[in-house]
């Protein structure tokens, strides 16, 4: 039976105590909740497998962006391309993660012909391809979580693959071009996990990032009802 069948017990906990306050759960608000409370109790059941799920824009599959990928995107669609020409940028990034040789060494109008290029070889029209498209960037959705008094800064996808490589037993060239970006942020919570497996909790640990977001929900839904009554 599929997980989300089921009512968790932290889910059916966390509408119990919102009902006895007198607070009315819509069914929205019981998916949503009964959602995060899987995530708690399995954080890591997203990541199937390192390169993420593919969707298929009639014959070829797309897939969550490498950093190769995004990196490719930033540096060389971000200022140049414009409205359609930018989104089939984005799909053009997703099919060819993993094809061999250098798919991401273009750019300029060099880039914006082979782009073109390849959307006119597809065997779908251009509405299934974005819809494919929208598809792989919902994989990469998260579930909100609070506002943060002082977010930190992140790191670059540069520093990102090298700190990567640094702790692990992998190269640079992996973490970029190898693995979804997803899979990359995944190992690095993973990783510095177990490198500071000292009894305390890390900020990026996936379970706490999962009980931040359900706790995020449940108070959200307590605003709401306050902003009604």
């Known amino acids: 039976m599929n997980k989300y069948s089921q009512i968790s017990g ?16 819509t069914p929205a608000d019981i998916v949503e909740i009964n959602a995060l409370a899987m995530d708690v109790e399995s ?30 995107l930033l540096r060389v669609g971000g200022g140049m391309f414009l409205g359609r020409l930018k989104n089939d940028a984005v799909s053009y990034a997703m099919a060819h993660c993993y094809k061999e040789g250098d798919p991401y060494n273009i ?9 073109e290029k390849w959307v006119n070889s597809l065997s779908c029209n251009h509405d299934m391809l974005l819809i494919a498209t ?13 506002p943060e008094e002082n977010p930190a800064d992140g790191l670059t996808l540069g520093e990102l693959s090298c700190f990567l490589a640094s702790i692990s037993n992998e190269s640079a060239d ?5 693995c979804s970006t997803d899979y990359a942020e995944n190992a690095l919570n993973t990783i510095i996990k177990q490198n500071n497996a000292d009894g305390r909790p890390s900020g990026n640990d996936p379970r706490i990032i999962a009980e931040r977001a359900l706790g995020w929900c449940i108070e959200k839904i307590r605003q709401r009802a306050a902003q009604n009554g």
Do not use: N
Not at 107 to 115: E, F, V, Y
Not at 174 to 178: A, Y
């Open 174 to 178: 992996f973490w970029e071009r190898r």
């Open 134 to 146: 929208a598809e792989i960037i919902k994989q990469s959705e998260t579930a909100e979580l609070p």
């Open 10 to 25: 932290l889910a059916e906990a966390e509408i119990e105590a919102l009902t006895a306050d007198g607070i009315e759960v």
């Open 107 to 115: 750019s300029g109008l060099k880039a914006a012909w082979k782009i």
């Open 43 to 72: 954080p890591q059941s997203k990541v199937d497998m390192a390169r993420g799920t593919p969707v298929f824009a009639g014959d070829t599959p797309l897939w969550p962006m490498t950093m190769q990928a995004a990196e490719w």
